[in-house]
Nanobody, 122 residues
Framework: QVQLVESGGGSVQVGDSLRLSCAAS????????IAWFRQAPEKAREWVAR???????RYADSVKGRFTISKDSAKNTLYLEMNSLKPEDTAIYYC????????????????WGQGTQVTVSS
């Protein structure tokens, strides 16, 4: 059965960095579209970044230039390096996977992790 497990969240200050990890089992991260989403309190879940089977990354405008998505196929793990963190980055971060990259709507993703909390304080 496909499982995704996020880790690496925590509480940091404005301007700090964090690296999130998503360990996958049941499939190879190199064969699917895999992405990061986030959900802040009382807000809708939003797409953050994705990487396709060819390794091509794309980012939401809100994080472009600050976040970097990557994957290690040998470790079957997805990463999100977050730099220059802002209070508005505070959210639960989820990794998600689908067969191929198309629309980044959350409903198009078949598999989800449990999430990891990121809190950015000023």
């Amino acid at each position: 059965q496909v499982q995704l497990v996020e880790s690496g969240g925590g509480s940091v200050q404005v301007g700090d960095s964090l690296r999130l990890s998503c360990a996958a089992s049941g499939y190879n991260v190199g064969t699917v579209c895999i992405a990061w989403f986030r959900q802040a309190p009382e807000k809708a879940r939003e797409w953050v970044a994705r990487i396709d089977s060819g390794g091509w990354p794309r980012y939401a405008d809100s994080v472009k230039g600050r976040f970097t998505i990557s994957k290690d196929s040998a470790k079957n793990t997805l990463y999100l390096e977050m730099n220059s963190l802002k209070p508005e980055d505070t959210a639960i971060y989820y990794c998600a996977a689908t067969r191929r990259c198309a629309s980044m709507a959350a409903g198009n993703f078949d598999y989800w992790g449990q999430g990891t909390q990121v809190t950015v304080s000023s």
